[in-house]
């Protein structure tokens, strides 16, 4: 039993921004996925850790309610939210098991906004609308061995080959390799072109031959979503793969992408950061030691708080970072301060929410030890804390110095 979070926050009108989905529509959708979220998805948590996969049914629930497609534009099938509502959304997912979201995720944030935002017509036509319904899931494919936090080391390549490509080499990590119908696939031109950074991206169907998805990675949490490595032999696809018809917009596609998706990741960040807090005041509201509530213990009182303030700085700041996104007023130190704050944030209140539950809080099947493993990856994937901190640090110096020259 957890105790009642404080998501009725008014997260002002969205109107002025002129979204596709008007704030009484967005109203229903957002209480919508927090029904869904807490009383059917909550209840089989324990199911999804121990089988490490999302039931069919929930899979069929999310499709139905539009969750495969909700930062998917309208006109491709999708629900059509913009960011400032995206993050409502994912706060409410954020509440449960990580890999519920996990499972859209690739379709909604980094694979779906490479296609939705710089794919042709012919490609987002394609791809988009069975993405939206749920019938495909696609993976961004760009992290290699000595590629992580720095493109740059792509050693995967696409060459020419009559009117396609082909494509050889390796990724790794790749969340929902297992199951994906697509893969948005980022490779360095062979040869590489006389101007540009020459890294292209392309939409390969899953079942091309030459590729192969190695055994499902087994990982410290966020058990029920599925990583994998992927290696592409000479895997060759027509012209029209190539995303956008560009050989050069590879690079900025990713970055792209990953930043919006730093407001999202933010925005998990702060669902499970509630999800904690709430278990743990639960916990420590009724529990005793000597016949006290170790809630009465101030020192527990402070933990309490601290995970409070936490939340409460977070989803502010959330807030700020996606309208600030919507309004093209900051695209890239917002969402690494926003990922760095909110992810660093979230791994200290699950720490406290442990230590709160002492030995319960180490055990196997109690929330609050799923949640300690689960959010650790937030502050490694999309980017890690420390290339956040490169990019907002860098980022200042950068144009103070160019306001100086
Ligand atoms: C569960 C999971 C799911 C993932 N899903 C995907 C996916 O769907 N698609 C995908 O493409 N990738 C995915 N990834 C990969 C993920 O994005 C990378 O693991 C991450 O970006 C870090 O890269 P790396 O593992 O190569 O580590 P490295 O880049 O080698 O980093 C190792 C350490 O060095 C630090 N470091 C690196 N460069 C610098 C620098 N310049 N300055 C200071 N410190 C630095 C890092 O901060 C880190 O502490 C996933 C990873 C995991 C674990």
Same mark, same amino acid.
């Given at each position: 039993?957890?105790?009642?979070?404080?998501?009725?926050?008014?997260?002002?009108?969205?109107?002025?921004?002129?979204?596709? *989905?008007?704030?009484?529509?967005?109203?229903?959708?957002?209480?919508?996925?927090? &029904?869904?979220?807490?009383?059917?998805?909550?209840?089989?948590?324990?199911?999804?850790?121990?089988?490490?996969?999302?039931?069919?049914?929930?899979?069929?629930?999310?499709a139905?309610?539009?969750?495969?497609?909700?930062?998917?534009?309208?006109?491709? #099938?999708?629900?059509?939210?913009?960011?400032?509502?995206?993050?409502?959304?994912?706060?409410?997912?954020?509440?449960?098991?990580?890999?519920?979201?996990?499972?859209?995720?690739? !379709? !909604?944030?980094?694979?779906?906004?490479?296609?939705?935002?710089?794919?042709?017509?012919?490609?987002?036509?394609?791809?988009?609308p #069975?993405?939206?319904?749920?019938?495909?899931?696609?993976?961004?494919?760009?992290?290699?061995?000595?590629?992580?936090?720095?493109p740059?080391g792509?050693?995967?390549?696409?060459?020419?080959?009559?009117?396609?490509?082909?494509i050889?080499?390796?990724?790794?990590?790749?969340?929902?390799?297992?199951?994906? !119908?697509?893969f948005?696939?980022?490779?360095?031109?062979?040869?590489?072109?006389e101007?540009?950074?020459?890294?292209?991206?392309?939409?390969?169907?899953?079942?091309?031959?030459?590729?192969?998805?190695g055994?499902?990675?087994?990982?410290?949490?966020?058990?029920?979503?599925?990583?994998a490595?992927?290696?592409?032999?000479?895997?060759?696809?027509?012209?029209?793969?190539?995303?956008?018809?560009?050989?050069?917009?590879?690079y900025?596609?990713a970055?792209?992408?990953?930043?919006?998706?730093?407001? &999202?990741?933010?925005?998990?960040?702060?669902?499970?950061?509630?999800?904690?807090?709430?278990?743990?005041?639960?916990?420590?509201?009724?529990?005793?030691?000597?016949?006290?509530?170790?809630?009465?213990?101030?020192?527990?009182?402070?933990?309490?708080?601290?995970?409070? *303030?936490?939340?409460?700085a977070?989803?502010?700041?959330?807030?700020?970072?996606?309208?600030?996104?919507?309004?093209?007023?900051?695209?890239?130190?917002?969402?690494?301060?926003?990922?760095?704050?909110?992810?660093?944030?979230?791994?200290?209140?699950?720490?406290?929410?442990?230590?709160? &539950?002492?030995?319960?809080?180490?055990?196997?099947?109690?929330?609050?030890?799923?949640?300690?493993?689960?959010?650790?990856?937030?502050?490694?994937?999309?980017?890690?804390?420390?290339i956040?901190?490169?990019?907002?640090?860098? #980022?200042?110096?950068?144009?103070?110095?160019?306001r100086?020259?």
């Amino acid at each position: 039993m957890v105790a009642c979070s404080s998501y009725g926050v008014d997260s002002g009108s969205m109107d002025m921004l002129n979204p596709d *989905v008007p704030d009484d529509v967005f109203a229903d959708v957002r209480t919508q996925v927090s &029904h869904f979220v807490r009383s059917r998805v909550v209840p089989r948590e324990l199911e999804i850790m121990n089988t490490d996969s999302i039931p069919e049914d929930l899979r069929g629930q999310s499709a139905e309610m539009g969750l495969f497609g909700y930062a998917i534009p309208q006109e491709w #099938g999708g629900l059509g939210l913009n960011l400032i509502q995206d993050v409502e959304i994912a706060m409410e997912l954020g509440y449960t098991t990580l890999s519920l979201r996990s499972m859209f995720g690739t !379709n !909604n944030g980094i694979a779906g906004q490479v296609l939705v935002g710089f794919g042709t017509e012919e490609q987002k036509a394609k791809w988009l609308p #069975g993405m939206a319904a749920g019938d495909i899931v696609a993976s961004f494919a760009l992290t290699e061995d000595g590629a992580g936090s720095n493109p740059a080391g792509l050693k995967t390549t696409a060459a020419v080959d009559g009117s396609g490509w082909v494509i050889n080499g390796s990724k790794r990590y790749i969340t929902n390799a297992p199951i994906a !119908n697509m893969f948005v696939v980022f490779a360095k031109l062979d040869p590489k072109p006389e101007s540009g950074n020459g890294i292209a991206v392309f939409l390969v169907p899953a079942d091309t031959a030459g590729i192969q998805v190695g055994v499902k990675d087994a990982k410290m949490g966020q058990q029920g979503s599925g990583t994998a490595d992927v290696t592409f032999t000479d895997v060759r696809v027509e012209a029209d793969a190539l995303v956008g018809g560009n050989g050069d917009i590879g690079y900025k596609a990713a970055m792209t992408s990953l930043a919006r998706g730093r407001v &999202h990741i933010a925005a998990l960040a702060v669902g499970q950061a509630q999800r904690a807090l709430d278990e743990s005041v639960s916990y420590a509201a009724a529990s005793t030691q000597g016949g006290e509530p170790i809630g009465n213990f101030q020192l527990v009182q402070a933990m309490i708080a601290d995970q409070q *303030v936490g939340v409460m700085a977070g989803r502010a700041m959330v807030r700020e970072a996606a309208r600030a996104w919507v309004q093209e007023i900051d695209r890239r130190i917002a969402p690494s301060a926003v990922k760095l704050f909110c992810t660093e944030m979230v791994g200290r209140v699950a720490d406290l929410a442990v230590q709160i &539950h002492g030995g319960a809080g180490y055990m196997r099947e109690v929330p609050v030890e799923r949640i300690y493993r689960d959010v650790r990856l937030l502050r490694l994937y999309e980017g890690t804390s420390e290339i956040q901190r490169l990019i907002v640090g860098g #980022g200042l110096i950068r144009a103070e110095q160019k306001r100086n020259s």
